[in-house]
T-cell receptor
Framework: NAGVTQTPKFRVLKTGQSMTLLCAQD?????MYWYRQDPGMGLRLIHY???????AKGEVPDGYNVSRLKKQNFLLGLESAAPSQTSVYFC?????????????FGPGTRLTVT | EDQVTQSPEALRLQEGESSSLNCSYT??????LFWYRQDPGKGPEFLFT???AGEEKEKERLKATLTKKESFLHITAPKPEDSATYLC???????????FGKGTKLSVKP
């Protein structure tokens, strides 16, 4: 099992450009999450999904969109990148059948917007 | 408002010098308190979940404990390979969403 994988690992964008980050999990988890991690701010939830075809906003959703067309994939889109979106992005997944809802994280995508 | 605060921000220990990391929290109804380990350049790795005051869990040199207001991660006789950032998180709501603290960066020198 690969667990949670993220593509790409690194990306540099210019202000105004768009891109999509891909998260894939092979654990058959229902729930998936996108976080951003900034120095001094900790991990903050951007959007999440509780199942195929569903999405919901987290703590910091502005400037991002998501889609969950397949259970194993969760896409994070930036339509018009801004320097404030420079961050490390982590995807996570969890299974509600686990009593604790522990989340399993991917390796991250480091995004720089110039 | 649900909140998680970790202290200290950074901790330097000598190998073998035991210590504790603190996670204080406020929550309307505790559904789970989580500890994660994060190595530089990697995603967080799940360590423990605690549900109720008095609960304890152990893994190798780590032991997590929980009271009604705080959780502690005790590190006994740490080794350099225990160096990492340790994150505390609180589960909120029914959908498993987590609120994370800012972490404690632990450095263990040989």
């Amino acid at each position: 099992n690969a667990g949670v994988t993220q593509t790409p690992k690194f990306r540099v964008l210019k202000t105004g450009q768009s891109m999509t980050l891909l998260c894939a999990q092979d654990m058959n988890h229902e729930y998936m999450y996108w976080y951003r991690q900034d120095p001094g701010m900790g991990l903050r939830l951007i959007h999440y999904s509780v199942g195929e075809g569903t999405t919901a906003k987290g703590e910091v959703p502005d400037g991002y969109n998501v889609s969950r067309l397949k259970k194993q994939n969760f896409l994070l889109g930036l339509e018009s990148a801004a320097p404030s979106q420079t961050s490390v992005y982590f995807c996570a997944s969890s299974y509600p059948g686990l009593a604790s809802y522990e989340q399993y994280f991917g390796p991250g995508t480091r995004l720089t917007v110039t | 408002e649900d909140q998680v605060t970790q202290s200290p921000e950074a901790l330097r220990l000598q190998e073998g010098e035991s210590s504790s990391l603190n996670c204080s929290y406020t929550v309307s109804g505790l559904r789970g308190l989580f500890w994660y380990r994060q190595d530089p350049g990697k995603g967080p790795e799940f360590l423990f979940t605690l549900y109720s005051a008095g609960e304890e869990k152990e893994k190798e040199r780590l032991k997590a404990t929980l009271t009604k207001k705080e959780s502690f991660l005790h590190i006994t006789a740490p080794k350099p390979e225990d160096s990492a950032t340790y994150l505390c998180a609180l589960r909120t709501g029914s959908q498993g969403n987590l609120i994370f603290g800012k972490g404690t960066k632990l450095s263990v020198k040989p």
